[in-house]
């Protein structure tokens, strides 16, 4: 720590020399000179090799020539420069290794992805010598030693160098993923890709080096203006993950998104919002069914004579697609019902939040349109725990799309409505929850 803060102070004197780029990384250095004129390149890297060996003299330390060497791009021949720390000639390295990435002086990284896949190759054999349907680890064992072991290093930092790589190259480590599959699965190798994959429960490698540039990406947004510009400077709207963010958002047309908080200045709800977080009858998660459907009738019954009747439910499929749906119940009159995809990054908790937001704003509505005063309205949901997020208030909640639930109820009492949330159980044959699971699907 005491030597990073010493070298700080080293970053500033780089700045000083035209056309002189350095980027560090712990105890690590990297000068970078771009240009046509070889000459240049000579005396602007020269320079700085300078200004760090005066540095190191300063401060009683040395630069090691031997752990020191220097690659120029974009040259066929080898040994156009000669540079110095001090009086050592600095050796020239072709194919450098930088963070892990094997880099080349011509376009493309074929040697870096030739280094990983015999890197990969040699732990698969390891993963195979484990693999034995007969006195072997089970399936999911297999994948977590792959996962851990095999896919960390091939896919170490892919979000920053998979899209420079050529279609061969990619072929290569899709089908050590394709080999991978076939060992976790333990199914025969003339099985085809898809089917492998599939029951791996693995994903091609285009897809991990997509989903990790695009949670890179929406990690740099989230941070702020200036990590914002670092964002569009990394990933301009001609990159692929673009292409794949449009993608989701389509699937998931209600996406968190940076937004200012809500606008609700209040620390808890008004009189006219109550929560029931209680089981129907104390009932427990596995009491028999039919005692979940007598005593949720009981409590729905209670509601008969409400102006309106809420009826919302998520429903998932993991790694497939999840969906919303959401039924409004008037006392007299025409039901409305709202459907919608919650995309197949949700998970139960998040789809049950996409079908309150959607009812509730289908609520308002109707409302609105209806123009009626002093009206009263349940919402009967099957999450426990949506239902506990909401009853802490406004100001507690931090997720992006409770905020705007919260800002939805508070628009709902506004228009002098009273509302009742209210937690029923499900698939017990209640027909209107019923009626919002098959929505859902």
């Known amino acids: 720590m005491l030597f990073i803060v010493t070298v700080d102070s080293l970053s500033k004197r780089p700045n000083c020399i035209p056309g002189l780029q350095h980027g560090f990384f712990a105890d690590d250095l990297t000068i970078v000179c771009t240009s046509a004129d070889l000459g240049e390149i000579q005396q602007t890297i020269q320079q700085g090799l300078d200004c760090i060996t005066n540095w190191s003299a300063e401060y009683c330390m040395e630069v090691s020539a031997e752990k020191t060497d220097h690659t120029l791009f974009g040259a066929r021949e080898t040994n156009l420069l000669s540079l110095k720390v001090g009086e050592t000639a600095l050796k020239e390295e072709r194919t450098p290794k930088l963070l892990g990435l094997t880099v080349q002086p011509h376009k493309g990284l074929s040697k870096h992805v030739m280094c990983m896949k015999a890197a990969a190759d040699t732990r698969l054999l390891q993963l195979r010598a484990a693999a034995s349907p007969e006195w072997g680890p089970d399936r999911e064992k297999l994948r977590a030693f792959y996962l851990a072991l095999v896919q960390a290093k091939m896919c170490y930092g892919v979000a920053s160098w998979w899209f420079d790589t050529s279609l061969s190259d990619r072929e290569r480590l899709e089908r050590v993923q394709t080999q991978a599959a076939h060992i976790v699965a333990g199914i025969p190798k003339a099985a085809n890709r898809e089917d492998a994959l599939r029951e791996a429960r693995l994903k091609p490698i285009n897809e991990v080096a997509h989903r990790r540039a695009l949670e890179y990406y929406l990690r740099l947004k989230a941070k702020g203006p200036v990590h914002a510009k670092v964002a569009d400077s990394i990933f301009p709207p001609e990159h692929p993950i673009h292409v794949r963010l449009a993608k989701v958002q389509h699937l998931y047309s209600i996406i968190d998104s940076p937004e200012k908080p809500h606008d609700a200045t209040v620390l808890q709800w008004a009189r006219r919002v109550h929560f029931n977080i209680t089981t129907p009858g104390g009932l427990k998660a596995d009491a028999p069914e039919k005692d979940k459907k ?19 439910d998520g429903s998932v499929v993991l790694d497939v697609s999840s969906g919303a749906g959401a039924l409004v119940y008037p006392k007299d009159g025409r039901r409305e019902k709202v459907v919608l995809g919650a995309g197949s990054l949700a998970c139960s908790y998040r789809a049950e939040c996409v079908a309150m937001e959607a009812g509730l704003k289908r609520l308002v ?39 705007r639930i919260c800002d939805l109820i508070l628009h709902i009492v506004r228009l002098r409505v009273s509302v009742n949330f209210q937690f029923v159980f499900s698939h017990c044959g209640v027909p209107r929850n019923e009626a919002a699971d098959k929505a859902a699907e």
């Open 365 to 403: 509505k109707v409302i609105e349109l209806s123009k009626t005063n002093r009206t009263r309205v349940v919402a009967f949901t099957d999450s426990l725990s949506l239902l506990m997020a909401l009853n802490t208030g406004p100001a507690a909640v931090e997720d992006a799309i409770l905020r």
């Open 294 to 312: 007598v005593h949720t009738m009981r409590r729905v019954q209670r509601f008969r004579d409400f102006d309106y009747q809420v009826w919302t």
